[in-house]
């Protein structure tokens, strides 16, 4: 009976140890990172921080809709209902997409979102997924499931740079 209340103890001081940590970090606008690399965390971490977004924010993405990163670890049915619940919540996205992959775009991801899309220089090969949302810098790789996330005001800012530079210089996507 001791030992169960002690393992209950420990059990609930894991748990307030995350918690209390993230709410440090987050209330004292401290950088963090965090990583998540199995199917079921990268789920849980996508609807987060679409719930956690508000009313008329923007995401902004370079993509290669070719490499498949969603499919391998979303369902249709989940990645449709993110997209409804974008679309719901008014989120905008703003993508760079590899040249030549648009024709590969399933028509119905296109038409459940707010999305602008534009087609990098040829030059640029991307097989992975790079968001900027907010202060939040998004690393993403459906072969392999891992994310890495990076809340860092400065490192987001430096790379929304990088990616408005590359949307002025890029074309419209046909």
């Known amino acids: 009976m001791l030992r169960d209340a002690l393992m209950n103890r420990v059990s609930l001081a894991e748990e307030l140890e995350g918690f209390l940590s993230e709410l440090y970090r987050s209330e004292a606008d401290f950088p963090y990172a965090k990583i998540y690399d199995s199917k079921a965390g990268i789920k849980a971490f996508v609807e987060k921080v679409i ?6 924010d923007e995401i902004c993405t370079i993509e290669n809709p070719n490499a498949g990163n969603y499919h391998r670890i979303f369902s249709k ?18 993508s760079l997409v590899v040249t030549g992959s648009v024709a590969g775009i399933d028509p119905q991801k296109l038409e459940r979102q707010n999305i602008t899309l534009r087609e990098m220089p040829e030059e640029i090969r991307f ?22 996330a990076v809340n860092h005001k400065i490192i987001a800012g430096s790379m929304k740079s990088i990616f408005d530079y590359l949307w002025r210089v890029s074309g419209d996507a046909s």
């Open 77 to 94: 049915e989940f990645f449709y209902a993110m997209l409804d619940m974008k679309r719901r919540r008014s989120i905008a996205t703003r």
């Open 51 to 56: 719930l956690d977004m508000r009313e008329g």
């Open 127 to 148: 097989k992975a997924s790079f968001w900027i949302i907010g202060d939040m810098l998004v690393l993403f790789s459906g072969k392999y499931p891992f994310i890495v």
